[in-house]
Nanobody
Framework: VQLQASGGGSVQAGGPLRLSCAPS????????MNWYRQAPGKQRTLVAE???????SVALSVKDRFTISRDITKNTIYLEMNSLKPEDTAVYYC?????????WGQGTLVTVSS
């Protein structure tokens, strides 16, 4: 499974940004798709998850600001990020959990300036 992530960039605090991730196979064949992030010097942490049936969850630290969703017609998942804060600065990774194992995208950098 290959994952193509995009959408990172630089934004001022309070602004929005949207990340996209397209898997190389139908996400109906993927158990869960997730967004993780890793800030400099910190561990990679789970930000949001969407399951095969469309159920979603987000980390408490981003609740009410971030939304994970999918477009079935484009076979793409999104991470909508609003009210961004400098502490959201990190490399964001798309992840897919498939019966054959876990797979990672290349990571996309999000920088939030104050």
């Amino acid at each position: 499974v290959q994952l193509q992530a995009s959408g990172g960039g630089s934004v001022q605090a309070g602004g929005p940004l949207r990340l996209s991730c397209a898997p190389s196979i139908s996400f109906f064949n993927i158990d869960t798709m997730n967004w993780y992030r890793q800030a400099p010097g910190k561990q990679r942490t789970l930000v949001a998850e969407i399951t095969r049936d469309g159920s979603t969850s987000v980390a408490l630290s981003v609740k009410d600001r971030f939304t994970i969703s999918r477009d079935i017609t484009k076979n793409t998942i999104y991470l909508e990020m609003n009210s961004l804060k400098p502490e959201d600065t990190a490399v964001y990774y798309c992840n897919a959990n498939h019966r054959s194992g876990g797979y990672w995208g290349q990571g996309t950098l999000v920088t939030v300036s104050s």
